[in-house]
C-alpha cells in the first residue's frame, strides 16, 4: 500500500475469526475478509475500507498461522516436495453501499528439502504470523521451485486485486498530492 502512495491507516478489526470447519479454504478467506471490512466500516460509516484473509491449503488440509516451531515444522513438511495454493481474499467497502470483493490464489511448488535444512529454515523464525509458516521474500525463496499467479499475493495483500479494485470503484491512483 505505501508503494500505491495512497494514504491509508490500518485497524484491527478485532471479529472472532472462527468459521465453520468444512468450509471450503477460499469461502472462509472471503467469509472473514468481508466480516473485518464490515467491522472496521461500522466504527467509520465514510470511510473507503479493505479488508483481507488468508489460507493456505495443500491437498485436503487447510493452514493458517502456527502457533509454535512444532507447528510451524508440520506446516513445512506438509509443504515441502509438494504444491499447495495461497487463497487470499480482499473486500472493499465503502460509502454508498460499495461492495466488491475477490479472492486470488497463488500456486507455489517447494523444493523437496532434508531435515537438517528444514531445522535451519525454522532457526531463520520466518515462520512467525505466516499462514504456512514461510516468507517468499525472505529466506524461504530458497524453499521455492515453482509459483504461478501474483507473488505479492503471498505476501499478505494480492496488489493485482486490490488495484483492480480500487481502480473500479473509482479511485485515480495517480491524484494530485
Ligand atoms: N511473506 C509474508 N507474508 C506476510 C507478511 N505480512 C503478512 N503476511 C501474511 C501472513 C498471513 O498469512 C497473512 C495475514 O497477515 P497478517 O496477520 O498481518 O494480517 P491479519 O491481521 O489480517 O491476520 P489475521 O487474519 O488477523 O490473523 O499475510 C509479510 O511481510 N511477508
Not at 478467506?29 to 488468508?54: I, N, S, T, Y
Not at 509443504?79 to 472493499?92: E, F, N, Y
Request: hydrophobic share 35%.
Amino acid at each position: 500500500m505505501d508503494g500505491l502512495g495512497l494514504p491509508y491507516r490500518t485497524e484491527a478489526p478485532g471479529v472472532d475469526e472462527h468459521v465453520p470447519a468444512d468450509l471450503p479454504a477460499d469461502e472462509a478467506v472471503r467469509m472473514l475478509a468481508v466480516r473485518k471490512a464490515r467491522a472496521v466500516q461500522e466504527r467509520h460509516p465514510e470511510a473507503w475500507v479493505l479488508g483481507a484473509d488468508q489460507l493456505v491449503e495443500v491437498g485436503q488440509d487447510v493452514l493458517g498461522k502456527p502457533r509454535d516451531r512444532d507447528a510451524a515444522r508440520t506446516q513445512l513438511q506438509r509443504l515441502l516436495g509438494s504444491t499447495h495454493v495461497i487463497h487470499t481474499a480482499v473486500c472493499l467497502l465503502g460509502p454508498g453501499g460499495h461492495h466488491s470483493e475477490t479472492v486470488e490464489d497463488t500456486r507455489l511448488t517447494f523444493f523437496p528439502v532434508p531435515p537438517e535444512e528444514l531445522e535451519r529454515y525454522l532457526d531463520t523464525g520466518e515462520w512467525e504470523g505466516c499462514a504456512g509458516s514461510y516468507r517468499v521474500e525472505g529466506r524461504g525463496q530458497a524453499l521455492l521451485q515453482k509459483l504461478e499467479g501474483d507473488r505479492t499475493n503471498v505476501q499478505g495483500l494480492p496488489m493485482l486485486s486490490v488495484v483492480r479494485l480500487l481502480r473500479q470503484a473509482g479511485f485515480d491512483l495517480f491524484a494530485r498530492p
